[in-house]
């Protein structure tokens, strides 16, 4: 089955970029969707195929896909951004696949 | 504006049944799969199977083929996640989502589920 890697936590300061990293084999020929997830609340999609975003996410979230890895943007960090983020793609093998997250904390 | 509503909360005890619900409006809800997505306590999402409300069509994850039974009914636009026994091990919370093409774009609020003895 296929899987998606993330980092267990990333750090950035107030109004600085964010940088979330999913790692897996030939991702960059995969679509890949992003999730965010506040704590006690149902996640939410802030990116979809790769850099699409959803009505009503911010213009400072942006994604990218190429090779091996593909990452999610957070551009001025604002503390409202603090929570887990989740990489997601469709495979043949296991159709919805999530990868283990990545906490965001925002100094 | 397409929401997602699940019933509320759920104690059972080890080997009692249930059976969650996931209610949609504001949207065609015989046209959309819905998925159902299992977090455990402090862990990552996990999906678990998706339904056609249309024909039920129904696919599941194989970690949870045969552990849980996946059913829709399209005439009160309400999907639904069931056991017939369950286990201290399926404590967590469960969501409901619409797929979105290859993604989930709207999520229920979720359902926590706890068996505890």
């Known amino acids: 089955s296929y899987e998606l890697t993330q980092p267990l936590s990333v750090s950035v300061a107030l109004g600085q970029t964010a940088r979330i990293t999913c790692g897996g084999n030939?991702?960059?020929?995969?679509?890949v969707h992003w999730y965010q997830q506040k704590p006690g609340q149902a996640p939410v999609l802030v990116i979809y195929?790769?850099?699409n975003r959803p009505s009503g996410i911010p213009e400072r979230f942006s994604g990218s896909n190429s090779g091996n890895t593909a990452t999610l943007t957070i551009s001025r960090a604002q503390a409202g951004d603090e929570a887990d983020y989740y990489c997601?793609?469709?495979?043949?093998?296991?159709?919805?696949?999530f990868g283990g997250g990545t906490k965001l904390t925002v100094l | 504006e397409v929401q997602l509503v699940q019933s509320g909360a759920e104690v059972k005890k080890p080997g009692e049944s249930l059976k969650i619900s996931c209610k949609g409006s504001?949207?065609?809800?015989?046209?959309?799969?819905i998925g159902w997505v299992r977090q455990m306590p402090g862990k990552g999402l996990e999906w678990m199977g998706i339904?056609?409300?249309?024909?039920?069509?129904?696919r599941y994850s194989p970690s949870f083929q045969g552990q849980v039974t996946i059913s829709a009914d399209k005439s009160i636009s309400t999907a639904y996640l069931q056991w017939s026994s369950l286990k201290a091990s399926d404590t967590a919370m469960y969501y409901c989502?619409?797929?979105?093409?290859?993604?989930?774009?709207?999520w229920g609020q979720g359902t926590l589920v706890t068996v505890s003895s």
């Open positions: 504001g949207y065609s809800f015989t046209s959309y799969w």
């Open positions: 997601q793609v469709w495979d043949s093998s296991t159709p919805w696949v």
């Open positions: 339904i056609y409300p249309g024909d039920s069509d129904t």
């Open positions: 030939n991702i960059g020929s995969k679509n």
């Open positions: 195929r790769d850099s």
């Open positions: 989502a619409r797929r979105g093409d290859q993604h989930f774009d709207y």
